[in-house]
């Protein structure tokens, strides 16, 4: 269930509301292009908010990160499903698809989760991330060139930002590549599953099956893949079942997808509205890297994540009863100007960026760094490559209607 089913109607203006209106507000088209005034309205006016539905909004750094790391705060997926069933959400696709993956490290808490957590640090290392480097360079380059190729414009999220995370993650876990099509049809089945749960259901369970065939290959036949390994971590850790190892891949092969392609869209379309940060960059290309930290604290993709109270919590003199849904914003935090100076303004020599957009505490994003990592790639080839990149129509762009994510429905550029 999305932020949409379970925060009621919508307002017009982005003027004054009264405190039962924050929670609505966010929901406006004025809201969905830009959210950033509404979460400083939201710390200045209510920064721990309860809704008309009774459910909390977080918006201020402190309580967010201080939220992130408290235990009270559970992502348990059985008291995740409860707490909507009490708001009276539709959860028929949702505990399908929770059921079919099992518990897995993103929909547990602690201890099971540090075990299935241990198992993907163990095989999701620095070392193994970094490596990909030249790999994805490979991949931006061919998907750069194709797009040149097609003309003088392109839609940057449909011609690098979706799918350059695919391609990474189909070379990071050694999928063949006369498979890679097939796993993009299954992907594309798994995004629809508020459409067509059946169909949904059917590519997550031959999608499943695939996986169950490829790690038997490679317990025959190890490569220096990430399910090769995940299978060699499983062998030293016999706590680990055939079904958790399964899910893990799952969980892991799917998770970076989106927020990579957020993220990338994202990136360029500040670049390119800040002309000034761009020349900066393009003079020096080693800024790359604390540029990308910025980019992703300036516009970040994964706006908010969602918490269930499991035990009675006090958050900035509030207090958060059992059962009670908890939105944690993690984009308002990264405007927060309590933690961060000149806080709406896009710096890529910010010193001290200590933003939250992969989160904080036992559930960090895993993939965090292969998500910077891409986008540094990417970001810095298509400025490198392209000089003249502009927008195209400015007045055209749109981002999808979910106020967890921001990601746009397409970025026109010429160059």
């Known amino acids: 269930m999305t932020l949409t089913e379970t925060t009621g109607g919508a307002r017009d203006s982005v003027g004054p509301a009264r405190p039962d209106d924050l929670a609505a507000a966010l929901l406006t088209p004025e809201a969905r292009r830009d959210p950033y005034p509404f979460y400083a309205r939201m710390r200045r006016e209510d920064p721990v908010h309860r809704s008309a539905q009774g459910i909390w909004y977080l918006t ?19 008291r995740m499903t409860r707490a909507y069933t009490a708001l009276g959400g539709d959860l028929k696709a949702f505990s399908r ?30 070392r193994r991330v970094e490596a990909l480097r030249e790999g994805i360079q490979r991949i931006v380059d061919r998907l750069v060139d194709e797009a040149v190729d097609a003309g003088p414009a392109m839609d940057l999220i449909e011609a690098v930002a979706c799918p350059l995370p695919m391609s990474v993650v189909c070379e990071l876990f050694g999928i063949p590549p006369e498979d890679v099509p097939q796993v993009k049809t299954w992907f594309n089945r798994f995004g629809r599953i508020s459409e067509d749960i059946d169909k949904s259901e059917a590519a997550i369970e031959q999608y499943e099956e695939y996986l169950a065939r490829l790690v038997r290959r490679r317990r025959a036949d190890p490569g220096d893949d990430l ?3 995940l299978v060699a971590t499983q062998a030293q850790d016999d706590r680990l079942t055939d079904s958790e190892l399964l899910s893990t891949c799952f969980v892991l092969i799917t998770a970076g997808d989106e927020t990579t392609t957020h993220l990338v869209g994202n990136a360029v379309l500040a670049l390119l509205r800040h002309p000034d940060q761009l020349a900066r960059l393009r003079e020096d290309p080693a800024l790359i890297r ?10 970040t993709p994964t706006q908010a994540i969602v918490r269930v109270v499991a035990e009675d919590v006090e958050i900035g003199g509030r207090t958060l009863r059992e059962g009670e849904l908890a939105y944690l914003f993690l984009a308002a935090t990264n405007r927060d100007p309590e933690r961060f100076e000149d806080p709406d303004r896009l710096d ?26 891409q986008a540094e790639v990417a970001v810095g080839t298509l400025i490198r490559r392209l000089p003249h ?13 979910n106020p967890l994510q921001r990601r746009l429905t397409a970025l026109p550029l010429t160059y």
């Open 60 to 78: 201020r750094y402190a309580d967010v990160e201080a939220a992130l790391g408290d235990l009270r705060l559970s992502n348990d997926r059985d």
């Open 97 to 126: 698809l929770t059921d079919r993956l099992g518990r897995v490290m993103t929909n547990t808490d602690p201890p099971d989760h540090a075990r299935l957590r241990k198992l993907a640090n163990r095989a999701f290392t620095a």
């Open 227 to 229: 399910i090769s390994a």
């Open 290 to 299: 604390t540029a990308v930290d910025e980019l992703a604290r300036y516009d």
């Open 348 to 373: 890529l020599t910010r010193p001290g960026n200590r933003h939250l957009s992969f989160g904080n505490g036992p559930h960090f994003c895993l993939g965090g760094p292969l998500a910077k990592l």
């Open 389 to 401: 990149l502009r927008l195209a129509d400015e007045a055209a762009l749109d981002w999808r209607p």
